[in-house]
């Protein structure tokens, strides 16, 4: 009785830790440099299905990695390259280690039980995603994407009619325009150092002369102050009024003269501009090319008749007291009409 009430203690023990000592198992082993409070009787899983609990966790002899044993059900083949990630099984903190398993082994690519298996730690919210191309992240990625792509549509689309999309138009608009200034302040800094660089060069050359000459500065003051003095016992300041007065009404008559000259320009410019819009006489023989033309057809026609006129007086002036009848016209070889033509 004593013994089989030890065997069931035994059994009891070791069954509320999550092994059963009546279904044989192996242990595997896995090293961590973090498990994430994984504890003992943590699950073991392949693909979501319980196949083992954690029997153990401890820290190695170097400690700076942990061992975790794993008992897992046998007859279950692990592949020498299979992973086992410690993932999160709740909100609350609950910790199982998943076996990452590609493909089934067979022989040498099987692992043998007591050997060590690879092993990573997987936050919180990759344990709830699937990290997979197909999984739930992926999945996530791309509803998030396609949101973000349609929200940018919205935004830049030159056909949205919405308060936020205005905005962010004028926000572009807005950063483009701080951007141009910004550009032409950058350009027109570089003139002002310039600038700025000459004038305090041309700052230091004065303060370093007026360093070199304060003895002769405070001579011509002290020359200056005599001056002042002597004027002042001379009464010249009653002078000097009189004749500030005098140039005062003579400036008087000199701003009537140039308020007169300036009216007189702008009238003036007033005669230039009609002339040059081509109003009145002057206007139209300057803008009026017909006007023009004809002018000078009638002053050439004036020259030929002139010029026919001197060579041949007898065309037009015929005096025969006899009634002696007039002689026939002949063209010279050499009329200046015919070489002007030519």
């Excluded at 990759?126 to 509803?143: H, Y």
Aim: hydrophobic share 40%; with cysteine.
């Amino acid at each position: 009785m004593a013994i089989l009430v030890v065997a069931l203690s035994v059994w009891g023990y070791k069954f509320l830790r999550g092994k059963n000592l009546l279904k044989p198992s192996n242990l595997y082993y896995v090293r961590y440099e973090n498990v994430a409070s994984l504890a003992s009787t943590s699950p073991i899983m392949i693909r979501g299905m319980n196949v083992g609990t954690v029997s153990d966790v401890s820290l190695d002899d170097d400690m700076v990695s942990i061992i975790v044993t794993l008992d897992i059900k046998k007859g279950i083949r692990i592949p020498k390259d299979a992973e086992a990630v410690i993932v999160s099984t709740g909100l609350m903190g609950g910790k199982a280690v998943d076996l990452i398993i590609k493909e089934a082994c067979t022989g040498d690519d099987c692992a043998e039980p007591g050997s060590f298996l690879n092993g990573s730690v997987r936050g919180l919210f990759d344990s709830f995603l699937d990290p997979g191309e197909d999984g739930t992240l992926a999945k996530v990625k791309e509803n998030i994407g396609e949101i973000l792509t349609t929200l940018g549509d919205s935004l830049t689309s030159p056909n949205a009619n919405n308060e936020i999309a205005k905005t962010y138009t004028q926000l572009s608009a807005l950063i483009t325009n701080l951007a141009s200034i910004t550009a032409t302040l950058d350009n027109s800094m570089g003139t002002y150092d310039k600038h700025l660089k000459g004038s305090l060069e041309n700052v230091e050359t004065l303060t370093s002369a007026l360093a070199k000459n304060q003895d002769k500065i405070a001579n011509s003051i002290t020359h200056l102050e005599s001056i002042t003095k002597q004027f002042d016992d001379a009464k010249v300041g009653t002078n000097a009024g009189a004749l500030i007065t005098d140039a005062q009404a003579t400036m008087k008559n000199l701003d009537m003269s140039l308020a007169e000259a300036n009216t007189s320009f702008e009238q003036l410019a007033i005669v230039m501009k009609d002339l040059q819009a081509g109003k009145g006489t002057m206007g139209k023989l300057l803008k009026d090319q017909a006007l023009y033309d004809n002018l000078n057809r009638t002053s050439k026609n004036l020259d030929l008749l002139l010029q026919d006129f001197r060579l041949n007086p007898k065309r037009y002036v015929n005096v025969s007291v006899f009634g002696k009848k007039q002689t026939e016209y002949d063209v010279p070889e050499d009329d200046p009409a015919f070489k002007n033509e030519e």
